[in-house]
């Protein structure tokens, strides 16, 4: 199957997860995944969150960002890819000057 994230269309979802401003995504869902292309505005995020029954990795494209887990506070930066396994937390936040563009899947495990 082809999921072409470059030909949906970008939907606008506001303090997304109790987040700051609004998320910016194209997304792809079925019974047990989601395949996203997100963008964060500077100062925007999505807020602090448990994955209780799936888990997400998040590929950050461009931009600069930081994620917030159980661990603390990591840099996120292109080309860096963030887990966060079942059971745990985390929240992503664009804190550069130009748009946070990362892609992102759910998978229930």
């Given at each position: ?10 939907k606008?979802i506001?303090?997304?997860?109790g ?18 292309k ?5 100062g925007?995020s ?22 917030k ?9 292109p080309?860096?890819?963030?887990l966060c396994?079942k ?20 998978a229930k495990?």
């Amino acid at each position: 199957m082809l999921i072409d994230l470059n030909t949906m269309e970008e939907k606008c979802i506001p303090n997304f997860k109790g987040g700051e401003i609004a998320y910016n995504v194209k997304m792809f869902t079925d019974d047990t995944n989601k395949i996203m292309k997100g963008r964060l505005v500077p100062g925007a995020s999505i807020g602090y969150h448990t994955h209780e029954e799936d888990e997400e990795v998040i590929f950050i494209i461009s931009g600069h960002g930081t994620v917030k887990n159980d661990d603390g506070e990591i840099p996120a930066n292109p080309g860096e890819a963030h887990l966060c396994s079942k059971g745990r937390a985390h929240s992503l936040i664009n804190t550069g000057d130009e748009d946070l563009v990362f892609y992102a899947v759910v998978a229930k495990v």
